[in-house]
């Protein structure tokens, strides 16, 4: 049974400040890593993709991998507060997401002003 | 690019009745799509998988005789909910694979079963 684990939260980050999310999975055969942000009844919007041991940076955004430790995580630069959302981390044990996607059950974000 | 269109976005129904809803890639082509459940406060589960001109792959605990999935041409998959009960009542999203990108997702489809 492949999981994704994350913290449900909610995380409350002041506006301006660095918010951090993190994920771990299961198989550690897994290639393929995103997030996805969600707004409240909306569908989830990719925010980033990363599948090699790094870091990945795109704007105010930045995923970390380590494969050995099965953890993936989200940096978010210079919180501002309509980054506040749901922080979906996604999983998938093929490239691209070609098998689907398992999703981690989300942490709530909240970045005050 | 890498649109996906779903419809229709919101749907009130009776129970026992049945629902279609679409899933559309808008500029490209898609031989496999996914439909996915989100219940209130829950994560997105895979219902099934599906593919252009074969039969689709159900996970475990889904229904596939309640839930009906056609993947007939390479920019549109249905999913019809048959005999639809409360307990139905759920968010569902598909997505569509494009080689060249990441999943995305469409604008999802809110259903309530009264």
């Known amino acids: 049974q492949k999981e994704v684990e994350q913290n449900s939260g909610p995380l409350s980050v002041p506006e301006g400040a660095i918010a951090s999310l993190n994920c771990t999975y299961s198989?550690?055969?897994?290639?393929?890593f995103f997030w996805y942000r969600q707004y409240s009844g909306k569908s989830p919007e990719l925010i980033m993709s990363?599948?090699?041991?790094g870091d990945k940076e795109d704007g105010r955004f930045t995923a970390q991998l380590n494969k050995a430790s099965q953890y993936v995580s989200l940096l978010i630069r210079d919180s501002q507060p309509s980054d506040s959302a749901t922080y979906l981390c996604?999983?998938?044990?093929?490239?691209?997401?070609?098998?689907?996607?398992?999703f981690g059950k989300g942490t709530h974000l909240i970045i005050q002003p | 690019g890498a649109v996906v269109s779903q419809h229709p976005s919101r749907v009130i129904c009776k129970s026992g009745t049945s629902v279609k809803i679409e899933c559309r890639s808008l500029?490209?082509?898609?031989?496999?799509m996914f439909w996915y459940r989100q219940f209130p406060k829950q994560s997105l589960m895979l219902m099934a998988t599906s593919n252009e001109g074969s039969k689709a792959t159900y996970e475990q605990g889904v229904e596939k005789d309640k839930f009906l999935i056609n993947h007939a041409s390479l920019t549109l998959s249905t999913l019809t909910v048959t005999s639809a009960h409360p307990e139905d009542s759920s968010f569902y999203i598909c997505s569509a694979l494009n080689m060249n990108s990441p999943l995305h997702f469409g604008n999802g489809t809110r259903l309530t079963v009264t």
């Open positions: 198989d550690r055969g897994s290639q393929s």
């Open positions: 990363i599948y090699s041991n």
């Open positions: 996604a999983v998938s044990f093929s490239g691209g997401g070609a098998d689907g996607l398992t």
């Open positions: 500029d490209f082509q898609a031989t496999t």
